[in-house]
């Protein structure tokens, strides 16, 4: 029986001892290269994989809600046409989300190679998800003018498109997996090594006969020596991936008639109602995120109350206009409804969002708390300038305007380049001022400007002049001279140690 060895060509080696390169390349450093590039693209591969896996179980749960909320439009055709649909639709996915356990209405959470690699915040849940997908149909069919009249049909129209849409994706997303599942099986690496047979001891039947063949006996039984054995663990995926392009610099605030609306307290519907009708401008993504800032940053200063009315009041402009056109009419009828199922919906989300604010404050303000005391305990690192060897000091000298020197000019350049406070602070020829400029500083810009200093000649060492008629004077002269002493006694202490190493090594 020939032998069949095609199954060895699938064999990924990242170390080929009959590898060839050119006698200018390092052969070692070529293979090492190989190599990481090899791993690198299995564990891409890997992750990708994860990626793609995941997303097809948010995408499966999206299709479904979809696809439900369109029949539950076309079910309540004659409703919707005669009736705003924007309130039909909003009122088939609140119906079908308090009907949910609340695990269900959430995504499952990211794997945790995945989660270590992407980063990010969870998911929204998929009912915040259904609110967005109404508020873009609602802007599509504003934006095209459309009426009362045709409002149903192109509402419908507006949803089955979504639903293409994410089936095309669904779509494309499982013709990568495949491709990547199929790629991955093709090559035999370490990882897939499995334990087959870990020992060839069989423990015979005694009444069994021999298979055809020569083969074991019937009813055999193989023991294993390590029968808990696991396979071992992938490699572990990147810890970080660098993301750049999707982060908005642009700071988000809200507009002076959303501030008012945020102060308005979250019980008064009918103001609130009022402000909205009269207010319509601020019923966009923008001034909610806006309030939703002042949440934040009142709840950074405990100020618990405020921010819980901010929260609510952000989302009400969020439910609103996701309503569509009678969104604020039919948002007030609703949770102005006892008992209203859409009462518990909108509770529960601003006390979820509420929570999320307040749990992400409190680890802000204990990490301030925590880097106030560790910058207390150990001291801010500064930069300041005294004079090194005794009987020295540091002078402050400014490069004249008027000088014809070309190196003077340089240095009235530098001088003039400095900020208005060190420039106020070398003018006194204080150098205690132009520390206390110097400690305001980081350390790399006090480095800079201390370098510029001495490149402007703005600073020199020269000996201290003492005068020895005043008692002051006469007390520095002691203390240069004991300090002289002192370093002369150093002197010689180690000329002795150095001469008896020479004389004797051992």
């Known amino acids: 029986m020939p032998v069949d060895y095609s199954k060895w060509d699938a064999l990924e080696l990242s170390d080929d001892s009959d590898i060839e390169v ?23 591969r890997k992750l990708h994989i994860e990626q793609y896996k995941y997303e097809r179980i948010v995408n499966n749960g999206l299709i479904s809600r979809i696809s439900g909320l369109l029949s539950a439009l076309q079910s309540h055709a004659d409703e919707a046409k005669t009736k705003n649909p924007a309130e039909v639709a909003f009122r088939a996915v609140m119906e079908s989300a308090s009907g ?99 020992s060839t001891h069989i423990n015979k039947s005694s009444g069994g006969s021999k298979a055809e063949g020569g083969g074991s006996k019937e009813g055999g039984k193989v023991e294993l020596l390590n029968p808990n054995y696991t396979p071992p663990e992938a490699l572990p995926a990147p810890s970080e991936r660098e993301e750049g392009g999707d ?12 501030v008012k609306f945020a102060n308005i307290k979250s019980s008064d ?100 708390a925590k880097d106030e005391a560790e910058g207390k305990g150990e001291g801010v690192e500064q930069i300041q300038l005294h004079a090194v060897d005794p009987g020295t000091v540091i ?17 009235r350049a530098i001088f003039e380049s400095f900020t208005p406070e060190m420039q106020k602070a070398l003018e006194t020829g204080s150098l205690e001022e132009v520390n206390k400029v110097l400690g305001k500083m980081s350390v790399e810009d006090a480095e800079e400007v201390v370098g510029k200093l001495s490149e402007s000649g703005c600073l020199s060492v020269e000996e201290e002049v003492i005068d020895a008629t005043t008692e002051e004077g006469k007390q520095k002269i002691k203390k240069l001279e004991q300090e002289a002493k002192e370093q002369e006694k150093e002197g010689q202490e180690n000329k002795g140690q150095e001469a008896k190493y020479a004389d004797d090594p051992e």
């Open 22 to 44: 050119h006698p200018n390349v390092d052969k070692r450093s070529f293979i090492r290269a190989k190599q990481n590039q090899i791993h690198q693209q299995r564990q891409e």
């Open 100 to 198: 949910l356990d609340p695990k269900d209405d959430m995504p499952p959470p990211r794997p945790e190679a995945l989660q270590a690699a992407v980063g990010g915040e969870p998911l929204p849940s998929y009912t915040k998800m259904m609110a967005t997908l109404l508020d873009q149909v609602n802007k599509a069919l504003d934006e095209r003018g459309v009426g009362q009249e045709g409002r149903y049909e192109g509402m419908v129209g507006e949803i089955g498109e979504h639903l293409k849409k994410v089936e095309g994706l669904q779509g494309e997303l499982e013709k990568k997996l495949a491709e990547l599942e199929r790629e991955e099986a093709r090559k035999i690496t370490s990882e897939g090594i499995h334990t087959g047979f870990d």
């Open 247 to 258: 982060d908005d610099d642009e700071e988000v605030t809200a507009s002076p008639g959303a």
């Open 269 to 368: 519907y009918r103001e609130s109602h009022a402000w909205l009708s009269s207010h319509p401008e601020i019923l966009t993504e923008k001034e909610t995120d806006g309030i939703l800032v002042m949440a934040f940053d009142a709840q950074l200063e405990n100020k618990s109350d405020y921010a819980r009315n901010c929260v609510h009041q952000a989302l009400l402009i969020q439910y609103c206009r996701a309503l569509g056109r009678d969104g604020v009419a039919l948002f007030f009828k609703r949770i102005t409804t006892p008992g209203h199922k859409a009462q518990e919906v909108f509770y529960k989300d601003v006390q979820d969002t509420y929570m999320k604010i307040k749990n992400r404050s409190r680890e802000i303000n204990l990490q301030r």
């Open 395 to 411: 002078n402050i000298r400014i490069p004249p305007k008027d000088s014809e020197d070309l190196d003077v000019q340089v240095g």
